[in-house]
């Protein structure tokens, strides 16, 4: 009598095997959850605004429905739509770009996926910062290559050296990953520091990878400079952008990539055999938060500052907290290596994993542990949220560490 087996992981592939699932997404879902079963749950865990889509992006969509703009567009995205993207770069980045170097796609994680799927194969090394954006690491194994991991640390501000990054550069890297603004950190690279880095990798065939994602969330003086700027690096610089953040569109689902046409053609040849084109509706709600009235960009960056600064004191104040002050993006990311070791409420903290369990659990506040961003004595914590739900949250974080 034969056994019937139900399928396991000896039938899934070593790319899979070898990935993390997004530790954000999971601490979302698990909060979300607790929220539905009633518990009064702060999450500083997912990594979006707060804020409404502006109202001209609402009614583009609408129009657009009306209009019956439902169907199949361009693979890589509505004319009009790369026009916009082309006068963005022009406009906030000093950069310039043809239409034929842009493509559009599924949200930011597709751009990005799409470029190492293009570009890396077995054997291949892609250089990636820590503390580092969840899915980079990810998605360079998904690809087949190996993701080289050169650590930062607070007292750099979470930066990366030109040496620690000529010490990472073997025979076999393919791409350099530039993230700045950075998830999680916040921390920006300045225009010299940008072209420190950039002297390294010129000249060696190496690409670079520019996530530029939070290029509009920015405060104080440090501006992020885009590598794709420096023009003996042209050919080599990717840079990949989206509406998510800036216009408080994460749902809406629509990233962009730029560089050189043979690369975008390649990420074109790949995205027509497994999404196709981006949403059209949402194609058309783009072009309106690109090209509308961008005053609601700096309007909404001074809150995120004020509260930038509210979590930047708060945190520190808490005995076993330490943080950097973040120079972009909406996240903020203390070392908490100062309560690892120590028990709270019967409970050892070892890592920041328990850490996070135990506010979570507990006093019910949701944070991310620093072992998915490649820090395990950190937390991240989101100040995407309203300040009464940051000043609550910090002070269930107090009575915690009491």
Excluded at 223 to 244: D, L, Q, T, Y
Excluded at 372 to 399: D, Q, T
């Amino acid at each position: 009598m034969s056994t019937t087996h139900l399928p396991g992981e000896e039938y899934l592939t070593r790319r899979v095997l070898s990935m993390q699932e997004s530790q954000t997404m999971r601490i979302s879902a698990l909060a979300s959850k607790m929220k539905a079963d009633g518990l009064d749950i702060v999450s500083l865990s997912a990594g979006e605004p707060d804020f409404p889509t502006p109202e001209n992006v609402n009614q583009a969509a609408i129009d657009a429905i009306h209009a019956g703009f439902t169907r199949y567009t361009n693979n890589s995205g509505i004319t009009e739509l790369k026009k916009a993207i082309i006068e963005k770069f022009r406009r906030d980045n000093s950069l310039e770009f043809q239409e034929n170097q842009i493509i559009v796609s599924n949200g930011g994680k597709q751009t990005l996926a799409n470029t190492f799927l293009a570009l890396c194969q077995e054997g291949d090394e892609v250089i990636v910062q820590a503390p580092f954006w969840v899915s980079f690491p990810e998605m360079v194994r998904l690809a087949g290559a190996t993701p080289v991991i050169v650590h930062t640390t607070l007292e750099s501000e979470y930066k990366m050296t030109p040496a620690q990054l000529e010490a990472a550069i073997t025979p076999k890297t393919k791409i350099f990953v530039l993230n700045s603004p950075s998830n999680p950190t916040g921390a920006v690279y300045s225009e010299a520091e940008v072209r420190a880095l950039m002297a390294v990798v010129e000249g060696r065939s190496i690409f670079v990878l520019s996530d530029e994602m939070y290029d509009m969330i920015v405060y104080g003086d440090t501006r992020p400079f885009s590598p794709a700027r420096i023009e003996s690096m042209k050919e080599w610089v990717i840079v990949s952008n989206g509406v998510s953040k800036t216009y408080a569109m994460t749902g809406w689902r629509i990233g962009y990539l730029a560089g050189p046409k043979w690369l975008i053609d390649a990420c074109d040849k790949i995205q027509s055999q497994t999404t196709s084109n981006p949403n059209a509706i949402a194609q058309k709600a783009a072009v309106a938060a690109l090209s509308g009235d961008q005053s609601i960009v700096a309007e909404r960056c001074q809150e995120f500052k004020k509260r930038r600064d509210y979590m930047y004191e708060a945190l520190n104040s808490i005995p076993g907290f330490k943080t950097a002050l973040p120079e972009g993006a909406f996240y903020i990311f203390p070392d908490i290596s100062g309560v690892l070791g120590k028990t709270f409420n019967g409970v050892v903290m070892k890592d920041a994993a328990d850490v996070a369990e135990y506010l979570l659990k507990v006093h019910h506040v949701a944070t991310v542990p620093g072992d998915a961003f490649g820090a395990p004595e950190n937390l991240r914590l989101s100040y995407a949220a309203s300040i009464a739900s940051l000043e609550e949250a910090v002070n269930r974080i107090k009575r915690a560490f009491k």
